[in-house]
């Protein structure tokens, strides 16, 4: 919890959501509404989503995705690409 000398454990929120990571409302919106309006033209693959987000951080999109998958807004098909829920 702050100590340099320690790694991140990639457990506890502090290590998974890094400061760097913040959200604003406006940016977590406009982030949000980015994904559904690409995975509502085709499913994809994660990495092909953070390539066509471009100028988006990938920590800050990967939030985005967590909580939209989350409130089951996206699932994933079974060859692993992503899409709107119906």
């Not at 939209?68 to 829920?85: F, R, S």
Request: charged share 25%; glycine share 6%.
């Amino acid at each position: 919890f702050g100590d340099p000398a320690t790694p991140p454990c990639r457990i506890c929120d502090n290590c998974r959501r890094p400061k760097g990571a913040d959200l604003t409302p406006e940016e977590f919106n406009a982030i949000a509404t980015s994904i559904t309006t690409r995975l509502q033209q085709a499913p994809l693959h994660a990495h092909e989503l953070f390539e066509q987000l471009q100028g988006v951080q990938k920590e800050k999109a990967r939030r985005v995705l967590d909580f939209l998958q989350a409130e089951q807004k996206i699932a994933v098909n079974g060859q692993g690409q992503m899409t709107v829920a119906p």
